[in-house]
């Protein structure tokens, strides 16, 4: 490979909260948030107004990037890890609190007080409990998954800083992975299928319609083609096949769900759509949501928002 051949993540869409870049900065334009010498391993975790980039180069050099509310945490968060263990998704169930699930399983919740700038404030907690799978939704309910399958409740303390697990709920066979937005919550399941419920009035269920769905709901029109992962942003949702093909759907307002059509927007996409990101040939392997923005990774390392 070319010395001179430089890599580089780039960030666009929505940025009123810094997640892309300088606060308020440039909203849909494109940034530059790291820059590699080789092609490399990438990690991208978005939250509703923040964005962790994990990045480990083929000469083994780790690198880190961290944009929106959030960045000043991450220092905090990285002296609760060890040597072996990275941040693989990170919600915030209030606007005061961030809860990270390490790849071992393990919980961190951090406390800022009344802002992120305020380090003084912060306070960290962690426990195992073994979990595989995180998500709370903007209203605050969050869902947790452990070794076992069981899709749960859970709840956030606040004295002691913390998680609790709650009840069960009913899902018919056992789940890998979940993601919430706003107010509605996906699920990938062992058989690699994918159901949603909640409110779905932007067609963030995937169903065809903007009904509302109390329990867990087989996507029809993604049955028969097996996934991998799942994402959800504010009111859109995401689906990552096992061949690399992605799926989104729902509320399309900041083209956040696929291109605007040459007749202008189309706020509503009812049904999962296939996505050509125009990556050619590449298959992708990652995919995540911020609010009303999305990131894909390609298996050679290359990252499209």
Not at 43 to 58: G, K, R
Not at 147 to 171: N, W, Y
Request: charged share 20%; net charge neutral; hydrophobic share 40%.
């Amino acid at each position: 490979m070319a010395g001179s051949q430089r890599f580089a993540l780039i960030g666009v869409g929505f940025n009123d909260f810094g997640q892309l870049g300088p606060e308020g900065d440039k909203n849909g334009g494109s940034f530059k948030l790291m820059t590699f010498a080789s092609l490399p391993k990438l990690h991208v975790t978005t939250a509703w107004d923040s964005t962790y980039a994990l990045a480990i180069e083929e000469s083994g050099t780790i690198q880190r990037a961290v944009r929106g509310r959030w960045a000043s945490i991450i220092p905090l968060i990285e002296q609760e890890l060890s040597s072996r263990e990275n941040v693989m998704s990170m919600i915030e169930p209030s606007r005061d609190v961030a809860v990270i699930l390490t790849t071992n399983g393990r919980v961190i919740a951090v406390e800022c007080g009344s802002s992120p700038d305020s380090c003084k404030r912060h306070t960290a907690v962690s426990e195992t409990v073994d979990l595989v799978s995180l998500a709370a939704r903007g209203s605050g309910r969050a869902y947790a998954i452990g070794r076992d399958g069981r899709l749960r409740t859970c709840e956030i303390r606040r004295a002691p800083l913390g998680l609790s697990l709650g009840v069960d709920v009913s899902v018919r066979i056992p789940v890998l992975s979940v993601s919430c937005g706003a107010d509605h919550t996906v699920l990938l399941t062992v058989t690699r299928h994918v159901m949603s419920f909640g409110v779905g009035t932007r067609g963030q269920l995937g169903h065809g319609d903007i009904m509302n769905r109390n329990e867990p709901t087989t996507i029809e029109a993604l049955d028969g083609v097996p996934m991998a992962a799942v994402a959800c942003g504010l009111w859109h949702s995401m689906a990552l096949s096992e061949c690399g093909d992605i799926y989104s759907w729902g509320w399309n307002d900041h083209a956040q769900v696929k291109p605007f059509p040459q007749a202008g927007p189309q706020p509503v996409v009812s049904v999962p759509t296939l996505i050509d990101p125009g990556a050619g040939d590449e298959e992708f392997c990652s995919i995540s949501c911020g609010a009303r923005h999305s990131a894909a990774v390609t298996k050679k390392g290359r990252v499209y928002v």
